[in-house]
C-alpha cells in the first residue's frame, strides 16, 4: 500500500483566502506530482517536481504555486481562491528511473471555493 | 504528445457477468500503458500495466489488458465482476523509455449491478 497522504481531505473556503494543501509521502520517491481532477475529465497535471529545489508546470495552466524543499513535502498553495479553483487536486509520487513510473496517488483534497 | 480515449462513461453491468472497458490510445512513438482504479473517496491504483514482453498483462484480482499496437488497444476485461469492482476507471499512455509524462483518460464508471 503506497505511503502518500494529503491533508485536508475537503476544504471549503471563501473567495480571496489563501491555502494551502499538504502532500506527504514516506517512500523517498524524488518525483511528485499535483493533478487536478474535474468529474467526466482527464486529470490534468498542474505541478511537478523531480526533486529537492526542482519544480516545473505542467500541462493545465494553474494559478497555485509548489514547492519542495524536502524530499518527502509537496505542497501547493493558492494565493487567492476563487470558484474557479473549486476542483479535487490529487498528489501522486514515483520513483526514479526509466521504468519506474508507476505512480502512487493520495486520496486527494476536495477544495470548494464560494 | 500522446492521447488516450475512453470511449465509455459509465458501463453498468450485473454481478458475475464480463465486462470490458475501452482504451485506445494515440503516440508516435513506443508506449508503456497503464490501468488505474479509483475507488469511492480514494486517490488512484495501479491495476496493471504493460511496459514490454507479453502483450497480455494481469492484476491480482482477476482482470486483464491486452496490448494491441496495430489496433491501438489496451482494453481491460474481467471475466466475472464483483459488486467490490464497483469503482472508475483510468487508462493512462507514457512515451516508453526514461521518464516521460503519463497522459490520463478521462475514465469510467464500473456500476455492478446486484
Known amino acids: 500500500e503506497a505511503d502518500i497522504y494529503q491533508t485536508p481531505r475537503y476544504l471549503v473556503i471563501g473567495t480571496g483566502k489563501k491555502i494551502t494543501l499538504e502532500c506527504s509521502q514516506t517512500m523517498g520517491h524524488d518525483k511528485m506530482y499535483w493533478y487536478q481532477q474535474d468529474p467526466g475529465m482527464e486529470l490534468h497535471l498542474i505541478h511537478y517536481?523531480?526533486?529537492?529545489?526542482?519544480?516545473e508546470k505542467g500541462d493545465l495552466s494553474s494559478e497555485s504555486t509548489v514547492s519542495r524543499i524536502r524530499t518527502e513535502h509537496f505542497p501547493l498553495t493558492l494565493e487567492s481562491a476563487r470558484p474557479s479553483h473549486t476542483s479535487q487536486y490529487l498528489c501522486a509520487s514515483s520513483e526514479s528511473g526509466g521504468t519506474s513510473i508507476t505512480q502512487y496517488f493520495g486520496p486527494g483534497t476536495r477544495l470548494t471555493v464560494l | 504528445a500522446q492521447s488516450v480515449t475512453q470511449l465509455d462513461s459509465q458501463v453498468p453491468v450485473f454481478e458475475e457477468a464480463p465486462v470490458e472497458l475501452r482504451c485506445n490510445y494515440s503516440s508516435s512513438v513506443s508506449v508503456y500503458l497503464f490501468w488505474y482504479v479509483q475507488y469511492p473517496n480514494q486517490g488512484l491504483q495501479l491495476l496493471l500495466k504493460?511496459?514490454?514482453?507479453?502483450?497480455l498483462v494481469k492484476s491480482i484480482n482477476g482482470f486483464e489488458a491486452e496490448f494491441n499496437k496495430s489496433q491501438t488497444s489496451f482494453h481491460l476485461r474481467k471475466p466475472s465482476v464483483h459488486i467490490s469492482d464497483t469503482a472508475e476507471y483510468f487508462c493512462?499512455?507514457?512515451?516508453?523509455?526514461?521518464?516521460?509524462?503519463?497522459?490520463f483518460g478521462t475514465g469510467t464508471k464500473l456500476q455492478v449491478i446486484p
Open positions: 493512462a499512455v507514457s512515451p516508453s523509455g526514461g521518464y516521460q509524462k503519463v497522459t
Open positions: 504493460y511496459l514490454s514482453g507479453s502483450t
Open positions: 517536481s523531480y526533486g529537492v529545489n526542482s519544480t
